[in-house]
């Protein structure tokens, strides 16, 4: 919200700088986001006056102008304004200075072979206005020499963020009652002298919407001259950030961003009938004021009359009846609409606007009468006419929070005591009538304001957070105990074993485009219905989409290689609605897995036993059983069926997916080439048993080296290795304790439909060294386990 200081003294008596009015808005909580200071932008632009005007020698349409700046001898300029002329009085702009339109910087310079010694200035060129046809032309009796800001009037604007907890300050009226209780100036009353009405006010006015409008006030003003709106008013909407459109618009703009009262002014001619509060009729439509046509629905309240919809309630006014210059009569509307009701409107149309922004944070429902006199007396100053009794439809709800406080909370809840009777002063300055017993009534500008913790906030920032003493919380003696949770613990060891491993973490949002959840969705997506943006709508069920679109978006930025992991939660929607959060860890491998190179050749990319390495290593990290895993499919649609499966302890409980992507997955992502990845489902993992009641074992290391023996086995084609090493493992626990493939061969010798496995076993004796038989009782067990999976050793 922007205002000026010109506009804050309007309703603030004060003598406080820039500075220190800035200082102490941050100080009670209206944070300063900016400061525009107009007399910076206008330094090195004087009043100058025109001596002579002559033809430029070598242009035709410009002029050589000698120019007195009131600073010794006159300048020569070129100028090319049609009413540059010798006696006029404008703005020259020296050499250094920037014009502000554009930012060009004012040089000495030979302008068609003459020299020109800086530019006389339009409007548009000092973002004055937007005339643009010639120079400025200012009074014969501008004092020639002064500083075009001294002359014009530099008027700072502040630009600050308004909480959405304070309605009572989006206007600047209640900046300055802030200000005021802070000790920075007086606050000027608020003068609102009632217009009497001279005529019945001619429309039947009244509300069919109670809930979403419990009250209606309007009247009518006749014979009013819709024109340009004043330069003082001007001036402050443009400060404010607003183009003055005309008078009448313009006025109801200005009681919107002085009181924080939204209005809206119809042109009477345009208007049919009885002027209605009412909810809208599914299927009715209305044109806004910014020129689209909005559907409505039986939610939704309206302003409507016989023939039709002219407003969105609290929101938007519409095109038909709005006023134009030739608008001699109007109707004045002020209501107030409820801001849950308003909030729903807006946010199903997708429409925004200062109203809205207004009643849906909670305006002053006692500022109806107030607001509407007013607006009477600003228009009828301003634009002429009479106007009619006022019009009541409804009762604005007026009740506001009574809490009984204990001045001690100041201390208790905000670490700093404060006299009682400095608490009692800042209350009464913000509005708040405070009995004797220390019962608090709020005033209707402040809907925020429930009980006594509201109003130890309101003590402690005026009186000033910064006289809050820092004091360190207690500790007690002794090592603290450990914080973090199992989970947190996980994450962590993960997180490093995954960078260490040369995955870099990336960190995607929770919400997906309902398209790219729907890709790796096994059921039900959790869907906002009040989401940030249409491609942040669904909680994501897996973190693989997110890292795709990573990928996606690295790829096209020239990255070659990527590792990406990221842990976090996949959201889950149960059959019965229940929600369900799960951690995961997802793995991403795209792009050159090996560069191109002397030694290696053409690059080579990622593939599915790369995923699968990641994700054993990961589970092994977080404590799975990763030798009693089983490799098996079905990993799901997203995923290539030849090149991907699961991992699984037992054959229901999957701790991992992982394999390429399917290239119609990949399709849809916009990636192309192959992309290898993986996802553990940390919620799967087992816990270890009695993992919290015993500690782990000392390391030692066997006293008898150990012994490997190879076996080469034929297995059907179809066979999994995976398989074949496991029942390998498993054959004689006491003695094997590792085994791994180290040869797959497929060519002569080996019969059609088959293939050879060559697996390493790792033995380890533990009393004594191995005997002869003894290894070959370990050998029968070996093959004895192949054969059940129809496994030979190979001749």
């Known amino acids: 919200m922007k205002f000026s200081l010109s506009w804050l003294k309007d309703h603030l008596d004060t003598a406080a700088s820039v500075a220190e009015i800035s200082a102490a808005l941050n100080a009670i909580g209206i944070e300063v986001e900016g400061i525009e200071d107009p007399a910076a932008k206008l330094e090195g632009f004087r009043v100058a006056r025109v001596l002579t005007a002559a033809p430029h020698p070598n242009a035709d349409k ?48 030979a302008v068609r072979g003459v020299e020109s010694n800086g530019m006389m200035c339009s409007t548009r060129e000092l973002e004055l206005g937007e005339d643009h046809e010639g120079i400025i032309e200012l009074p014969a009796d501008a004092p020639v020499g002064t500083p075009f800001a001294d002359y014009h009037g530099a008027d700072p604007v502040f630009d600050v963020s308004i909480t959405p907890n304070r309605p009572d300050c989006m206007g600047v009226y209640g900046i300055a009652r802030d200000l005021a209780a802070a000790g920075l100036g007086v606050l000027k009353p608020i003068a609102a002298a009632p217009v009497s009405g001279t005529f019945p006010c001619p429309v039947d006015i009244r509300t069919d919407d109670p809930a979403g409008c419990p009250a209606f006030y309007g009247r009518v003003i006749r014979g009013v001259s819709n024109g340009a709106s004043p330069k003082w008013l001007q001036d402050r909407l443009k400060s404010a950030g607003q183009r003055p459109i005309s008078a009448l618009v313009d006025l109801t703009n200005y009681l919107m961003l002085s009181y924080g009262r939204p209005a809206h002014a119809y042109d009477l001619a345009k208007l049919s009938g009885a002027v209605v509060a009412r909810k809208a009729r599914d299927g009715e439509t209305v044109l806004a004021l910014n020129g689209k046509e909005y559907g409505l629905d039986g939610a939704m309240t309206v302003i409507a009359d016989d023939a039709g919809v002219h407003d969105i309630a609290g929101i938007m006014g519409g095109e038909h009846s709005g006023c134009t210059e030739a608008t001699t009569d109007v109707l004045l509307e002020i209501a107030y609409f409820d801001p849950e009701a308003i909030a729903a409107t807006g946010r199903k149309l997708n429409l925004t606007s200062d109203a809205r922004s207004r009643f849906e944070r909670g305006v002053d429902p006692a500022f109806l009468d107030d607001g509407l006199e007013l607006l009477t007396a600003l228009i009828v100053e301003t634009c002429g006419g009479a106007a009619s009794d006022v019009v009541r439809a409804g009762e604005p709800p007026l009740g506001t929070a009574v809490v009984g406080y204990d001045p001690k909370l100041a201390e208790t809840l905000g670490g700093v005591g404060i006299p009682d009777g400095e608490q009692k002063r800042i209350l009464a300055a913000l509005g708040f009538a405070v009995s004797d017993d220390w019962t608090v009534t709020a005033p209707g500008w402040r809907p925020d304001v429930a009980g006594a913790p509201d109003i130890v906030e309101e003590v ?119 929600s369900d959060e799960r951690l995961s860890i997802a793995v991403v491998l795209a792009g050159d897995k090996v560069p191109r190179g002397w030694a290696s050749g053409k690059a080579s990319a990622f593939d599915a036993f790369d995923a699968k390495a990641e994700a054993l290593a990961l589970l092994a990290e977080a404590g799975a059983p990763v030798d009693n895993l089983q490799v098996m499919g079905e990993a799901g649609p997203q995923f290539h069926p030849g090149q991907s499966a699961t991992l699984r302890l037992g054959p229901k409980t999957v701790l991992a997916r992982f394999g390429m992507v399917h290239p119609a997955t990949a399709k849809a992502f916009d990636l192309d080439g192959p992309v290898a990845v993986a996802e553990l489902l940390l919620d799967a993992i087992p816990g270890k048993r009695g993992a919290a009641t015993f500690a782990r074992a000392a390391y030692a290391p066997p006293a008898l080296q150990a012994v490997t023996r190879d076996f080469a086995f034929l297995v059907p084609l179809d066979t999994p290795a995976g398989d074949l090493v496991r029942v390998v493992k498993g054959a004689d626990k006491a003695n094997i304790v590792a085994a791994r493939l180290f040869d797959d061969f497929r060519g002569a010798g080996v019969p059609e439909g088959h293939k050879s496995l060559a697996v390493e076993v790792t033995l380890q004796p533990g009393e004594k060294s191995y005997g002869e038989a003894d290894l070959k009782a370990i050998a029968d067990k070996v093959t004895a386990a192949a054969a059940k999976l129809g496994a030979q050793l190979r001749a």
Do not use: H
């Not at 995955?503 to 919400?511: D, H, P």
């Open 460 to 578: 402690v920032r005026i009186w000033g957070l910064d006289n809050i003493e820092s004091v360190a919380l207690p500790r007690v003696d002794g090592v603290a105990r450990p914080t973090a949770t199992a989970a947190q613990k996980l994450e962590r060891r993960l997180r490093r074993a995954a960078a260490a491993r040369g995955l870099n973490e990336a960190v995607t949002w929770s919400f997906l485009p309902v398209s790219e959840a729907e890709a790796f969705a096994a059921g039900p997506l959790w869907v906002l219905e009040n989401p940030i943006s249409e491609d942040m709508k669904a909680m994501r069920p897996s973190l693989l989409p997110g890292l795709l679109s990573a990928a996606r978006r690295n790829l096209a930025r020239g990255a070659t290689s990527l590792r990406l992991f990221e842990i976090g939660r996949r959201y889950l929607r149960g059959a019965d609605g229940a």
């Open 62 to 109: 410009l002029q050589v102008l000698t120019v007195d700046t009131g600073a010794g001898d006159p300048l020569q300029v070129v100028c090319g304004a049609p009413n540059a002329r010798a006696g006029l009085v404008g703005v020259l702009g020296t050499a250094g200075a920037v014009v502000p339109a554009n930012g060009m910087v004012l040089k000495v310079a």
